[in-house]
């Protein structure tokens, strides 16, 4: 069984910086895509940032780009978001997920983190 544990949010100002964390537990990550979500309150789950198992592609949400940077650390069965240029709106439960590749057109993901919460004030 996997873990993947959150860590790294917290209330900050707006224009401030935050670096997420995501550790797995139990088993190598590193043929996973790795893929973090976000949900505010009242609000659907969405797709922030991603990134292929070997690091060498990433997608990025048209909301964070230029902000949010994904990077992994196979060594240390970690993943990680970089968020700069805080704002309001990126206030939510952030999670990250393991994915293993697709069920026809549909990724799967086959893990989840218990999320970490960031909010920013104005």
């Known amino acids: 069984q996997v873990q993947l544990v959150e860590s790294g949010g917290g209330l900050v100002q707006a224009g401030d910086s935050l670096r997420l964390s995501c550790a797995a537990s139990?088993?190598?990550?590193?043929?996973?895509?790795m893929v973090w979500f976000r949900q505010a309150p009242g609000k659907e789950r969405e797709f922030v940032a991603r990134?292929?198992?070997?690091?060498?592609?990433?997608s990025y949400a048209d909301s964070v780009k230029g902000r949010f940077t994904i990077s992994r650390d196979n060594a240390k069965n970690t993943v990680y978001l970089q968020m700069n240029s805080l704002r309001p709106g990126d206030t939510a439960r952030y999670y990250c997920?393991?994915?293993?590749?697709?069920?026809?057109?549909?990724?799967?993901?086959?893990?989840w983190g218990q999320g970490t919460q960031v909010t920013v004030s104005s």
């Open positions: 997920a393991a994915s293993s590749g697709f069920s026809g057109s549909r990724r799967v993901y086959d893990y």
């Open positions: 139990g088993r190598t990550l590193s043929s996973y895509t």
């Open positions: 990134i292929t198992w070997s690091g060498g592609s990433t």
